[in-house]
């Protein structure tokens, strides 16, 4: 029998580039071309690039070398390969270079110099695609690109403005994934709550519904299919707040990655952000009043442009204050083609990493203190994996996988990957539970 031609795959950067590589895959493998697990294995490798800060673009490009050393034929995807020349100034040997989110430019490239095999296996395909993610838990991508100009960011000059997905396709997908056992999805986008705003909110149809294509119903619709629904990268509009009642009611998991980046007024400002932090202090205070379950996850900037000690110590009684559960912060660094690095007063490096570090240590006690406050609950985790010494690592609600802590089922030897479990919460560090089998 002929041997199928096999692609090598490199996935590099966020859930979205994730998400772009399945597609990708999906398709390769519909098509009939194997996937290799090795450079040597490979008849050709895609590598999908990540260009958001210039340690991302550093480690993309020393992929795309290792890959050109050890396969020789190689075609870049990914944000890095919206970025001009860059990738061809280093290694003029690539076959082809695309932007993000282009999969057909891929795979036209693939076929170009790996022709298409001649008989496709598509029956060998299962129907929820190839997921690069653990069986039980899938992202499901609703948007692409950005209408905000965030003065730091330069996501909308790599993937463009907003362009939502016909409210249909994300439902039907998001069947097709509970259907083949996925328990949780991961909803994403650049600007998860802008959903549907570049389509005026346009009416769509699921199974002969009528659904309009905004987040409120979507979400709701999501919160049918028996599964657990996490949204990630929620602006904070304001009708974010209409999908509190769905998580006290249970529809969707009580969990907001809301993204804040500041909290002093003028640096939101300068950041192009909204700068209203007493109301988003006082919407806090509200969606908890409503939901007292939900997990509130957040990232800040700090050192950008122009922050002052004040701005800073601003941003510190915010923290303070909101006793939000979960913090990533990242001292701001200058990425190639930013507004912000145009701005005046930039804070030097080692104030940035003071700042960074105070931060860190205060947050370190909320985020601590929260979780202490869960020991002796009862709570539903979903497994995901089980250790060599027999203790399941598993989630609870607040828990987004790869960037939150774990529920750590000691004896939990016997319980399954994606099986949901109860478990009574017996201790806690600053970041994972520790849980027993009820
Ligand atoms: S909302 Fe997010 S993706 Fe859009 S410009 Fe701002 S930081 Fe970038």
Redesign the pocket.
Known sequence: MKQEPKIGFVSLGCPKALVDSEQILTQLRAEGYGVAPTYAAADLVVVNTCGFIDAAVTESLDAIGEALAENGKVIVTGCLGAKGSVVRDLHPSVLAVTGPHACQEVLAAVHTHLPRPHDPFLDLLPPQGIKLTPRHYAYLKISE??????S?????QL?GDLVSRPVGDVLREAETLARAGVKELLIVS??TG?YGADVRYRTGFWNGRPLKTHLTPLAAALGELGVWVRLH?V?PYPHVDELIPLMAEGKLLPYLDV?L?HASPPILKA???PANTGNTLERIRRWRERCPDLTLRSTFIVGFPGETAADFERLLAFLAEAELDRVGCFSYSPVAGAAANRLADPVPEEIRQERRARLMELQATISAARLRRKIGRTVTVLVDAIDTGGTAIARSAADAPEVDGVVAIERGGAFAAGEFVDVRIVDTDEHDLYAEPL
């Open positions: 690109g950005c209408n905000h100009r965030c730091f960011c330069i996501i909308p993937r650049q600007d802008a990268y602006y993204p980046q950041m192009k952000r």
